[in-house]
Nanobody
Framework: QVQLVESGGGLVQPGGSLRLSCAASGRTFSSYAMGWFRQAPGKEREFVAAINRGGGSTEYADSVKGRFTISRDNAKSTVYLQVNSLKPEDTAVYYC????????????????????WGQGTQVTVSS
């Protein structure tokens, strides 16, 4: 089992940047594929970005391609989401998630494939 704790959210102006972090407990972080999802008020949770166990393969939602970057540091048991050029429509609670049981190069984009979730961190983009 793994516990996930997100941080780094906040209020930012349009065009600004943030770096979200997700720290995982346990000694088997490298065995999990990781992902970031977000949920805006009144909307369903949506996929944002995902990364494989080793960090060499990534996937992004079309809406964030070129603006967001997912990365991980297995030595620190942490996954990051660098969010740049933020837009008001990026406002949401951002969740990190861990998926177990997948191959080393597997990247998972469906929330139903994830086993563990953090509590979320709020990102608000407003002038």
């Amino acid at each position: 089992q793994v516990q996930l704790v997100e941080s780094g959210g906040g209020l930012v102006q349009p065009g600004g940047s943030l770096r979200l972090s997700c720290a995982a407990s346990g000694r088997t972080f490298s065995s999990y594929a990781m992902g970031w999802f977000r949920q805006a008020p009144g909307k369903e949770r949506e996929f944002v970005a995902a990364i494989n166990r080793g960090g060499g393969s990534t996937e992004y939602a079309d809406s964030v391609k070129g603006r967001f970057t997912i990365s991980r540091d297995n030595a620190k048991s942490t996954v990051y989401l660098q969010v740049n050029s933020l837009k008001p429509e990026d406002t949401a609670v951002y969740y990190c998630a861990a998926a177990q049981g997948f191959g080393r190069w597997s990247v998972r984009t469906s929330h139903s494939e994830y086993d563990y979730w953090g509590q979320g961190t709020q990102v608000t983009v407003s002038s």
